[in-house]
């Protein structure tokens, strides 16, 4: 009766092991905290990792941001997840899709349509909406068509003056003191 007792509760806690595990390798990943990521598979021990193709899911997802695989990224990380972890895996993919097209926009001045496509893992149609949003030109002609992103103003740094520092400073230690 008690040793039945004591398996079933031995079961329960390791269910939840994996699902921690899984939850917090999850959350690195969203984090872009890829080093503690990495630290965290190599604890979890072997015997865990066999048994969960979530958890060697994850493992794949995390290799490819590792190797700024965008495409594999996406090809792996459209999977069927569970309920505890699949919003996060659901905001992960949608941040690195919004980072790449934020990134796309700085750094080029044009590029192709299927380029794009494969960056961003978005359809044509998905494309257009999200060019006219962005105010992006897109060329007319055949396939694949240019793109002309028009590039995100930059955000000017906030100056504060010397003497507002200094008077920030002095309060701040007067506050210690007192």
């Known amino acids: 009766m008690f040793s039945e007792k004591i398996r079933q509760l031995t079961a ?5 092991e994996l699902e921690l595990y899984s939850e917090l390798f999850a959350a690195y990943l969203y984090q872009n905290d890829l080093c503690n990521a990495r630290f965290l598979w190599k604890r979890i021990p072997q015997s865990a990792k ?6 060697e899911q994850m493992y794949k997802v995390y290799q490819c941001l590792w190797n700024n695989d965008t ?9 069927d997840w569970s309920k505890h972890v699949s919003e996060l895996m659901f905001e992960l993919k949608e941040k690195i899709q919004a980072e790449t097209v934020n990134l796309i926009g700085r750094a080029y001045s044009s ?3 299927n380029v794009f496509a494969e960056m961003t893992n978005q359809t044509p149609d998905m494309i257009d909406e999200m060019c006219r949003t962005l105010n992006w030109e897109i ?4 396939q ?3 793109i002309m992103p028009k590039h995100p103003a930059a955000e000017k740094p906030i100056v504060v003056s010397s003497e507002d ?10 506050f210690l003191e007192n």
Do not use: C, W
């Open 12 to 16: 329960l806690l390791e269910k939840q």
């Open 50 to 55: 066999n048994g969960h193709a979530e958890l």
């Open 71 to 79: 495409a594999g990224f996406y090809k792996v990380i459209n999977h």
């Open 111 to 113: 590029i192709f349509e």
């Open 139 to 142: 060329m007319p002609g055949a």
């Open 144 to 146: 694949p068509r240019l």
């Open 165 to 174: 520092q200094l008077q920030k400073l002095t309060d701040f230690v007067s």
